[in-house]
C-alpha cells in the first residue's frame, strides 16, 4: 500500500510538472504585444523602453567593437585615420545636437528621429556585410559582426515601433509619427554616392547614429516615464 501511495504522488508531481512547464514554455513563446491582443504579452511602456535601450546599447557597443577592428584591419596609420572624409549619408536626417536640445523635441519629432535613422542604416550595413565577406583579411568573428548589427537595426526598429505604438495607445503622442527617412538618407546601392561612401566612414557614421539613438531613447523614457530609472 504505501508503495502505490508513493506511485500515485510520484504520477501527479510529474503531471504537475509538465503542466507547470508547459505553461513556462507557452510564456516564453509568447509574442510581444502593445495592446493586449490574444496569446502574446503585454508589457508597460517602461518596460518597452527598458528593453529598447538595452537593445540599442548592445548595438552601439558592436559598432564600437567593429570600428576598432576596422581600424586595425585597413587603417593601421594614425595619418590614415586623418584624412578621413567621414561623410555620413545620415546627415540629412535632422537631428538634435546635445542633450537640451533632445529634451526640447516634441515627442513625437524625437520618436520620428530615431526611427528615420534606423531606416536609414537597413540597407548600408547589409551591404557593408556583404563587402565584408569579400576581404580575406578581415576574419569571420568580425564579418559576422557586421551581419549581427544589421539584424540589430531591424530588430531594434520593430522595438521602438512597438513603443510608439504603445505611446499612441496611451495618447502620448499623436498618430501622425512617420519612420520615412528623407530620400536623401536612403542611397540605393548601385548610385555613384553609395559607391563612394567609404567603409571606414560607414562604420564612423554608424557608430555615431547609433550612439545618437541610444541617447534619443534614454531622454524619451526619462521625459515620458521618468519615475522609473531616471
Known amino acids: 500500500m504505501p508503495g502505490n501511495i508513493r506511485s500515485v504522488s510520484a504520477v501527479r508531481v510529474v503531471l504537475l510538472c509538465l503542466v507547470f512547464c508547459r505553461r513556462l514554455t507557452s510564456i516564453g513563446a509568447a509574442p510581444i504585444c ?92 547589409w551591404h557593408f556585410h556583404q563587402s565584408m565577406a569579400h576581404h580575406h583579411d578581415f576574419n569571420n568573428f568580425s564579418s559576422n559582426k557586421a551581419l ?34 528623407s530620400p536623401e538618407a536612403l542611397l540605393p546601392s548601385d548610385s555613384a554616392e553609395w559607391r563612394l561612401m567609404k567603409d571606414y566612414d560607414l562604420l564612423y557614421c554608424f557608430r555615431r547614429d547609433s550612439n545618437k539613438v541610444q541617447n534619443y531613447l534614454k531622454i524619451l523614457k526619462c521625459r515620458i516615464v521618468p519615475e522609473h530609472g531616471c
Open 34 to 125: 502593445t495592446n493586449g491582443q490574444a496569446g502574446c504579452h503585454v508589457l508597460s511602456l517602461a518596460n518597452l523602453f527598458d528593453r529598447v535601450i538595452q537593445h540599442s546599447a548592445r548595438m552601439h557597443g558592436i559598432s564600437n567593437d567593429l570600428h576598432s577592428e576596422f581600424e586595425q584591419y585597413f587603417l593601421p596609420s594614425k595619418n590614415q585615420v586623418g584624412r578621413v572624409s567621414r561623410n555620413c549619408h545620415t546627415s540629412t536626417i535632422l537631428t538634435p545636437n546635445g542633450k537640451e536640445n533632445a529634451q526640447r523635441m516634441a515627442r513625437e519629432e524625437l520618436t520620428e528621429v530615431i526611427l528615420k535613422l534606423l531606416v536609414a542604416w537597413g540597407d548600408p550595413l
Open 148 to 181: 549581427e548589427m544589421s539584424d540589430m537595426v531591424h530588430e531594434l526598429r520593430k522595438g521602438v515601433e512597438k513603443v510608439a505604438e504603445k505611446m499612441q495607445m496611451l495618447g502620448i503622442i499623436s498618430n501622425s509619427v512617420s519612420s520615412q527617412a
